[in-house]
């Protein structure tokens, strides 16, 4: 495992934007796919969206498709999420994800490292 830092969340209206992100500690970790996961008070974990570290076609929910961007920075060691039109039913902790073995992935169970998680509040 290794640390995965995650900053950005806050406070915002409904169609406001909000950029996260992840950085992963240790700059040896190499990984092969990362992603965004989403709680909602009362709620399973799930999956938002996964990125390789080849750059290939990331991987969205359906519930964010279109609103929501994951992008890697490689020479950074760190991923984000641009999140645009934002919804009330946005509201949750955001959690990055890093797997050194599968390179995306919808799975929670496939990542072996996570971050601390970070709040968003969306207000309608």
């Known amino acids: 495992q290794v640390q995965l830092v995650e900053s950005g969340g806050g406070s915002v209206q409904a169609g406001d934007s909000l950029t996260l992100s992840c950085t992963v500690s240790e700059r040896t970790f190499t990984w092969a796919g990362m992603g965004w996961f989403r709680q909602a008070p009362g709620k399973e974990r799930e999956f938002v969206a996964s990125i390789t570290r080849a750059g290939g076609t990331p991987l969205y929910a359906e519930s964010v498709q279109g609103r929501f961007t994951i992008s890697r920075d490689i020479a950074a060691n760190s991923i984000y999420l641009q999140m645009d039109n934002l919804k009330s039913e946005d509201t949750a902790v955001y959690y990055c994800?890093?797997?050194?073995?599968?390179?995306?992935?919808?799975?929670?169970?496939?990542?072996?490292?996570w971050g601390q998680g970070t709040l968003v509040t969306v207000s309608s």
């Open positions: 994800a890093a797997s050194k073995v599968y390179s995306i992935s919808y799975s929670p169970a496939r990542y072996e490292s």
